[in-house]
């Protein structure tokens, strides 16, 4: 299950605006609504991330980009997943966690991170494990030939922050 699907093409075009749309199919899909906290992020991270992916080649500009994708047997979801095919034809996927952090409100301590005073798990290391998770529960992932990557993007962070 996932919130939204879009080309990158599309995502990149309504980024503004989808955080409206996420909010209506997470109150549809869940019975209540979202966090004022979640709300607030795609409002911010969405189009964020769509400044960085108009710059994509065009050859990967009809890849489907998944918001808020449901994990299987799981209630986490990541932020989003785009998929599509690697050059050898295979399945191939990019999963991004968003975060909004700036490098001066966080510090680093090994596989934990530490946010105005709380302890998160490292996006990095939480965007890898929801990037094995598909690789081996996702009906899409499971059992073929496939590359699955995993980023985090901090937005609000310098290009100089080492996080």
Known sequence: MYLGKLA??????????????????????????PEESEVR????????LAEVLSRAPESIQN?????EH????????????????DANGYRSAVVIELKQWSASSVSADG????????IHPHPSDQAL??????GELSEAFADTAKT?????YLHNAQSHSKI
Request: aromatic share 12%; hydrophobic share 40%; net charge positive.
């Open 63 to 67: 890849c489907p980009v998944y918001l």
């Open 8 to 33: 990158i093409s599309e995502f990149t075009r309504s980024a503004v605006d989808l955080w409206q749309r996420l909010q209506y199919r997470f109150e549809a899909a869940h019975g209540y609504r």
């Open 148 to 152: 699955i990557r995993s980023c985090a």
């Open 41 to 48: 992020s795609w409002r911010n991270s969405l189009p964020a």
């Open 129 to 134: 494990g929801y990037g094995k998770f598909l």
């Open 70 to 85: 449901g994990l299987p047997g799981s209630s986490s979801r990541a932020d989003v997943v785009i998929a599509g095919l």
């Open 111 to 118: 596989g934990l991170v530490k946010v105005g005073g709380k």
